[in-house]
Structures are given as structure tokens and as C-alpha cells.
């Protein structure tokens, strides 16, 4: 069965950095295009970044504005955001997300198939 099991949040002030891990396992990881999501507190999911499978090329919400980063290992069957400049407003639970099937893309969370756990990320002003 796919498992998706984040890791690297925690607290952090604002302008501080964090790096998210999502291991995998469970899916031919280097067919699936791989991203981020978040929620934050009494508001709807919203897609943070994503990176795709054959090209590693990567796309990402505006308001990320070059502060974050999504990267990943196809050795290692993991997927990572580094998150730089961190806001009060990033703080959230963060997911890992995948496809239901290789190939596909992501733009909502009504296209994801696979979802972590998620990971809290705190940032303090």
C-alpha cells in the first residue's frame, strides 16, 4: 500500500528556515509527479508546490515568491520542501501529496490520491 510519512516541522520565528521530508513507499516514485500542500487553521487546503516526475521541473503558489524550494530523490523515494523566510502566515499543517495514478498532475487537492499525514509548521512573529 502507498505511505507517505512527512517529517522537519516544528516552531520556528519568522524568517527562519525549515526543511520538510516526505518518504515514500508503496509507488514507483520516480514515475509520480510529488508536491506540497497546506491548511491552515479554520481554512480551506491550498496547493503549496509541486515538482513533476520526468522532467523535475517545478511549479509553485504564489505566495511561496522564491522562498520555498521542492526537490526530491529518486534514490531515496523522497520528496522535500525547504522553506526560507518564513511568515506567521505559512504556519499550517503541511502535506505531502501524490497522484492516484503515474503521470498525472497536480493542481487541487480534488487531484490528489495519496496524502501524508501531515506536519505541523509553526512560525512565530
Known amino acids: 500500500q502507498v505511505q507517505l510519512v512527512e517529517s522537519g516541522g516544528g516552531l520556528v520565528q519568522a524568517g527562519g528556515s525549515l526543511r520538510l521530508s516526505c518518504a515514500t513507499s508503496g509507488l514507483t516514485f520516480s514515475r509520480y509527479t510529488m508536491g506540497w500542500f497546506r491548511q491552515a487553521p479554520g481554512k480551506e487546503r491550498e496547493f503549496v508546490a509541486r515538482i513533476s516526475w520526468s522532467t523535475s521541473s517545478t511549479y509553485y503558489a504564489g505566495f511561496v515568491k522564491g522562498r520555498f524550494t521542492i526537490s526530491r530523490d529518486n534514490a531515496k523515494n523522497t520528496v522535500y520542501l525547504q522553506m526560507n523566510s518564513l511568515k506567521p502566515e505559512d504556519t499550517a499543517v503541511y502535506y505531502c501529496?501524490?497522484?492516484?495514478?503515474?503521470?498525472?498532475?497536480?493542481?487541487?487537492?480534488?487531484?490528489?490520491?495519496?496524502w501524508g499525514q501531515g506536519t505541523q509548521v509553526t512560525v512565530s512573529s
Open positions: 501529496a501524490a497522484p492516484r495514478t503515474w503521470g498525472q498532475t497536480m493542481v487541487v487537492p480534488a487531484d490528489v490520491g495519496y
